[in-house]
């Protein structure tokens, strides 16, 4: 069955640090990426989306992530982190040969430390 | 530009009680419509999804039904309400022909 994973349930970082969230996926056909975030008390919103050309998507508030088909992954990334990033960051994926069903993976809470 | 609902924000609701979740989505037509569960630590879980008007697919066998009375209202129901059904519901919408998804601010279910 199709799947997305995401490894890291909870991190901790200091401002300043560089970030990087692990998300893979099961499935060798044709997918559509994308990234969520839901901050403390807010609604889950877009943060990035892949659908095709540059594998190296940006999205907003200095955020990137990095489709690499061989490996079946999508991570998310930001240079340097700020207090503001502590969210729960969901991947989610679509699957090809179906209608929009959308597969989240599980999150990941990242805290950010002053 | 477009907005979804949901109400209530909050709601406890003893075991055994029905249950009865509004979603409603304001400046688009047609969309798709979606109910999750957001469980800590089991991310997003895909209830229902509709295509249409009376148009309703479920995607895991459990206590809940949807319905679409309207092509914007999208409702979640329950006849009795288990424990198990606690958790964080959230309505979606995305355009037809779209993988995008718009949420909802959600409502905490808390069944005692």
């Known amino acids: 069955a199709q799947s997305v994973s995401q490894h890291n349930h909870h991190v901790i970082l200091s401002e300043a640090a560089s970030l990087e969230l692990g998300c893979n996926y099961s499935?060798?056909?044709?997918?559509?990426l994308f990234w969520y975030v839901q901050y403390p008390g807010q609604h889950l919103q877009l943060l990035l989306k892949?659908?095709?050309?540059?594998?190296l998507v940006k999205g907003i508030k200095g955020f990137e992530a990095e489709f690499i088909k061989s490996k079946f992954s999508f991570n998310l990334r930001k240079p340097s982190v700020q207090w503001s990033d502590t969210a729960e960051y969901f991947c989610?994926?679509?699957?090809?040969?179906?209608?929009?069903?959308?597969?989240f993976g599980t999150g990941t809470k990242l805290q950010v430390i002053p | 530009s477009q907005t979804i609902h949901q109400w209530p924000a909050t709601l406890v609701q003893p075991v055994g009680s029905p249950l009865s979740l509004e979603c409603t989505v304001e400046?688009?037509?047609?969309?798709?419509l979606y109910w999750y569960r957001q469980a800590a630590g089991r991310g997003l879980q895909l209830l229902f999804y509709?295509?249409?008007?009376?148009?309703i697919s479920s995607e895991v066998p459990q206590n809940l039904s949807a319905s679409r009375p309207q092509d914007r209202q999208f409702i979640l129901s329950s006849k009795k309400l288990l424990l198990s059904d606690s958790g964080f519901y959230l309505c979606?919408?995305?355009?037809?022909?779209?993988?995008?998804?718009?949420f909802g601010p959600g409502t905490r279910l808390t069944v005692l």
């Open positions: 892949y659908f095709s050309g540059d594998p």
């Open positions: 979606a919408w995305s355009l037809w022909g779209s993988n995008e998804q718009f």
């Open positions: 400046g688009t037509s047609n969309p798709n």
């Open positions: 499935y060798g056909g044709t997918v559509n």
């Open positions: 509709s295509v249409g008007i009376g148009q």
């Open positions: 989610a994926v679509t699957f090809s040969g179906g209608y929009q069903k959308v597969t």
